[in-house]
């Protein structure tokens, strides 16, 4: 295997996989998904100063979690970058298993932050909800398209950015844990 461009999947998602890896992008990523923030706000934020945010904010840009979504003016004609989060798509069908494993990761990591930040946070006082579930369920070729359609259906009706309420994170798998029948295969006898 040759050497990869720098724009490649690979690339990409390992880059993704390492702006996720510390806990303070985590936080800076969470509050932008609230809204829109500078440099400034985020270290109000985070309680720290905003210098010492720079390095963490070109991570996440660079993985390409965030990017500037406006420009504030401030006084004596300076200027201040205002970051939101951008779309990031997981790898397509045509992504290799290594490609995927780096994505995956990635989402398994920022849950578990999700997770422990919620726990953390009960702990303090607050009010967080966390539900986790974990099955195994026996569906045909039609159910499972009808699932995912369901699916698709519930994040639409509750996916509004603009709406009024707390942000949850909602991570969904599914898993084929054996092999399908691909079309015109007997089924298999007992």
Known sequence: ???QEPGTPTRRWRGVH???ADPLRLRLLEALWEAPRSARDLAHLAGLPADRLYYHLSRLEQAGLIEVAAYRPLARGKVERVYGPAVTEPPGEAASPEEMAEFLGAML????????AAYRAREAGHRREVDLHRGALRLTDEALAELRDHIEQ?????????????????????????DRDTPGDAPPTD
């Open 109 to 116: 990591d920022a849950t578990r932050a999700d997770i422990n």
């Open 154 to 178: 519930l994040a639409a009706r509750f996916g509004d950015r603009d709406a009024p309420g707390v942000w949850t994170r909602l991570v969904v798998t599914l898993v084929d844990l054996q």
């Open 18 to 20: 390492k702006a996720l």
């Open 1 to 3: 295997m040759g050497a």
